[in-house]
């Protein structure tokens, strides 16, 4: 009987000593250098965040999304989980830890399909931290359904020659080089017929045509750019993965990716409930503590109630990972989890503003920011209602049609064929009568 919902106690140990790690020495930085994270450092920055990395290697703690297998000192998705929810509370966190999105999954997919020479020259400076990568497949006209996009490879002698428009490529500007699917064969399937290069970001013709700003944020920090790529050359070896096998590459990405943004999910949230408390426990209105009225009770008990069942699901998901060591055989769970994510977060964040009143809604509290987080959620690697279809095939497939003239549960017929099963001993009884 393996079900067990206790860490080990050495695991447990660097876990206490990550969560006061981040708290004392990390979450200051999300308040002294909001928006920065993902900027290359300044000297100030690099002087103060050099040393935070350097006692997290030292506590084997640094970029642990990849095992060892991959070529990564990590723990497992499990592990992972339970550290991830604590650095989730804090922008700054991944930074500091090595495991930040998008280029964990970047990551994962060079590790999984690069050959060495990649590996080389872009898993090792990714894992050290030393430079930010983007993954860019969505297009203007196409995101959810990838069978639309149109940005298009040739060969042409050794080379690939790249031409269309990405979207929503977040991080280009700062990263050091791009992922980028394209069609690469027009005559066969999309699922067939499309390959992903890796093409770094001063390559002549990759032109960086505006940076889009989220809602909230001034125009010139947005960090998701508009790409065209212009008759970008790029050699054969910048073939990730064999040609036509993006769509496998990209389900190995998102996977990994989806489930790294619950479990961050969780530390926000949880952030959002302590600070509902505190305030719950603080504030007098009518006569009373808020943590006395009932209402606020309610939005405390839900929001406790909802954050334990997202934990635990993410927490059983992040477990099957490891067990079956493939996400296509954990697909229905990871897109179920997605599917919950922007929900959790948004009901919590909501209900945080509520407690706080006008001060909930304002950028000197969090909770503003956590909203539109929720509304992230549910599109950044796929909008929720794809994940749903994704969720409720796999459900489906889990069951058959009957050709009966009544459904499976009709109680007049299960009646009759249980009168029949028991026939012999209710003659019997009948009989003795
Ligand atoms: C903050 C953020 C960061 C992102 N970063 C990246 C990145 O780094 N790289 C990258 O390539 N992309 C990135 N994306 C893009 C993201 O993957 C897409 O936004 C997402 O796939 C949806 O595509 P779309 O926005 O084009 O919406 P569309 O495809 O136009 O869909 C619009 C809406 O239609 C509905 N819909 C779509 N399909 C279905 C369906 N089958 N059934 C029912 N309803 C449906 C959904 O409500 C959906 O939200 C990011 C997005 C955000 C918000």
């Known amino acids: 009987m393996a079900w067990d919902f206790e860490t080990d106690p050495e695991y447990q140990a660097k876990l206490d000593w990550a969560d006061e790690f981040v708290r004392e020495e990390v979450e200051p930085l999300d308040v002294m250098f909001p928006g920065k ?124 020659v790249i031409n269309g428009w990405k979207y929503f490529s977040s991080n280009a500007r700062t990263a050091s080089f791009l992922i980028v699917m394209a069609v690469s064969d027009p005559d066969t399937s999309a699922y067939q017929g499309m390959s992903m290069f890796l093409v770094p970001t001063d390559t002549p013709g990759v032109k960086i045509e505006r940076n889009v700003a989220l809602a909230g944020e001034p125009d010139e920090e947005g960090m998701h750019a508009l790409i065209h790529y212009d008759d970008v050359r790029v050699p054969a070896s910048a073939l990730l993965g064999g040609e036509g096998q993006a769509f496998a590459v990209a389900q190995t990405r998102l996977g990994g990716g989806r489930i790294h943004h619950a479990m961050r999910t969780i530390g926000m949230c949880q952030k959002g409930l302590d600070a509902m408390c505190e305030r719950a426990l603080s504030r007098e209105v009518s006569g009373g503590r808020l943590a006395d009225k009932q209402f606020i009770q309610g939005y405390i008990a839900d929001s406790y109630a909802q954050l334990m069942q997202f934990r635990l ?12 060591q493939n996400y296509l055989k954990v697909r229905k769970d990871i897109a179920a989890i997605k599917v919950l994510m922007p929900g959790v977060l948004h009901d919590i964040a909501w209900r945080a503003i509520q407690i706080h009143g006008a001060l909930g809604v304002t950028n000197e509290m ?46 007049p017929t299960r009646r009759a064929a249980a009168e029949q099963k028991f026939a012999a001993v209710l003659e019997h009884e009948v009989g003795n009568l």
């Open 313 to 324: 699901y993410t927490l059983y998901t992040a477990w099957s990972i490891d067990k079956h």
């Open 37 to 160: 994270a993902f900027w290359p450092p300044d000297d100030t920055i690099r002087k103060i965040i050099t040393p935070l990395k350097e006692e997290v290697k030292a506590h084997d703690l640094w970029a642990t999304h990849l095992g060892p297998e991959l070529g990564g000192q990590g723990h497992g998705q499990l592990k992972l989980s339970l550290l991830n929810e604590i650095l989730g509370r804090s922008m700054w966190a991944p930074i500091i830890f090595g495991c930040q999105a998008p280029d964990t999954g970047n990551a994962e997919i060079i590790a999984h399909y690069g050959t060495e020479e990649q590996k080389e020259k872009y898993l090792k400076p990714l894992l050290e931290g030393e430079v930010f990568s983007c993954y860019s497949m969505t297009e203007p006209q196409g995101g959810s359904d990838p069978t639309l996009f149109t940005t298009r490879a040739v060969k042409d002698g050794d080379e690939w």
């Open 366 to 411: 969090p909770f503003a920011s956590m909203m539109n987080g929720a509304s992230i959620m549910g599109l950044a690697d796929g909008p929720t209602e794809v994940h749903k279809v994704t969720v409720a095939k796999q459900v489906l497939r889990n069951y058959e049609a009957v050709d009966t003239m009544w459904p499976s549960q009709h109680i």
